[in-house]
């Protein structure tokens, strides 16, 4: 079974670049089936489906964010990477990495997994 970790800082100052770093364990031939996806949600908002890279490398990115994110993988580190450019306070929100089944997909399902999520405050 797949085990998503998210990790990065808690805090970033506004202008700077959030990288935040999914560690996954559990892969098995079928994970190359998944989008490997990064989501956030903002307090008080929905979930907000941010871009998923794949086992080949192509990677696909919300029209809003695109200008400012870049999503990497690692594959012999089992880990992807989100990068966030020129963050603003209103970047603040809990950010989970996930596999998943389904591109874009915001909520997890059957064959989904995500991780815990991390909270990342941008604040001077």
């Known amino acids: 079974q797949l085990q998503l970790q998210e990790s990065g800082p808690g805090l970033v100052k506004p202008s700077q670049t959030l990288s935040l770093t999914c560690t996954f364990s559990?892969?098995?031939?079928?994970?190359?089936?998944?989008?490997w996806s990064w989501i956030r949600q903002p307090p008080g908002k929905d979930m907000e489906w941010m871009g998923a890279i794949n086992y080949s490398g192509s990677a696909w990115y919300s029209p809003s964010l695109k200008s400012r994110t870049s999503i990497s993988r690692d594959t012999s580190k089992n880990q992807f990477t989100l990068f966030l450019s020129s963050v603003t306070p209103e970047d603040t929100a809990v950010y989970y990495c996930a596999a998943v089944t389904m591109l874009m997909s915001t909520a997890p399902c059957d064959g989904d997994y995500w991780g815990q999520g991390t909270q990342v405050t941008v604040s001077s």
């Open positions: 559990g892969a098995t031939s079928t994970s190359q089936n998944y989008f």
